[in-house]
T-cell receptor, first 109, second 112 residues
Framework: DAKTTQPNSMESNEEEPVHLPCNHS???????IHWYRQLPSQGPEYVIH???SNVNNRMASLAIAEDRKSSTLILHRATLRDAAVYYC??????????FGQGTRLTINP | DTEVTQTPKHLVMGMTNKKSLKCEQH?????MYWYKQKAKKPPELMFV???????INESVPSRFSPECPNSSLLNLHLHALQPEDSALYLC???????????FGSGTRLTVV
């Protein structure tokens, strides 16, 4: 499993963009980069995933470095409901989903 | 239906009790998973079922016994648990390949 490094915690303000970084320097060429988040008292929730190109969906955008050794999850306009622990997980095909420590995101009103 | 349903939501059991956790999904996913999560820690994988067969057991003690009766149901049978087994038990389902997993809200288990 590729090792990931994420900040333990980050803080942002409501209605501002948030950039959550992840380093995954040992990622293999066929690992997709998955992001999940876990809101308080809930199970993890899938956010987005990508391989090489930047990806957008209704929840977030994923920017992947050209060398794929890092990625950034972008929340374009944070709300209080985005306060959660965010996990970056490299995963290849049918391999198991292994969670690291993640980043605890706090949103200030 | 795009949910994974776990029951019960809360469970308190004694160390000599036998209980079961239940997980259900109707998304046609052929892979189902059990995770254990201690407070302030990330989820840890316990078991993986693929096409109703156990494919991964992450060296989980035998007091935890998984069962997959059909493609929609996943059970976790509990027997002779210890207080340190108290945790949030999460079930998930997925297509096992490139898509995302869908997690339930979990069963919060307390062993007394």
């Amino acid at each position: 499993d590729a090792k990931t490094t994420q900040p333990n915690s980050m803080e942002s303000n409501e209605e501002e963009p948030v950039h959550l970084p992840c380093n995954h320097s040992t990622i293999s060429g066929t690992d997709y980069i998955h992001w999940y988040r876990q809101l308080p008292s809930q199970g993890p929730e899938y956010v987005i995933h990508g391989l090489t190109s930047n990806v957008n969906n209704r929840m977030a955008s994923l920017a992947i470095a050209e060398d794929r050794k890092s990625s950034t999850l972008i929340l374009h306009r944070a709300t209080l409901r985005d306060a959660a622990v965010y996990y970056c997980i490299p995963k290849q095909g049918a391999q198991k989903l292994v969670f690291g420590q993640g980043t605890r995101l706090t949103i200030n009103p | 239906d795009t949910e994974v349903t776990q029951t019960p939501k809360h469970l308190v059991m004694g160390m000599t009790n036998k209980k079961s956790l239940k997980c259900e999904q109707h998304m046609g996913h052929r892979a189902m998973y059990w995770y254990k999560q201690k407070a302030k820690k990330p989820p840890e994988l316990m078991f993986v079922y693929s096409y109703e067969k156990l494919s991964i057991n992450e060296s989980v003690p035998s007091r935890f016994s998984p069962e997959c009766p059909n493609s929609s149901l996943l059970n976790l049978h509990l027997h002779a648990l210890q207080p340190e087994d108290s945790a949030l038990y999460l079930c998930a389902s997925g297509d096992g390949h490139f898509g995302g997993y869908t997690f339930g809200s979990g069963t919060r288990l307390t062993v007394v």
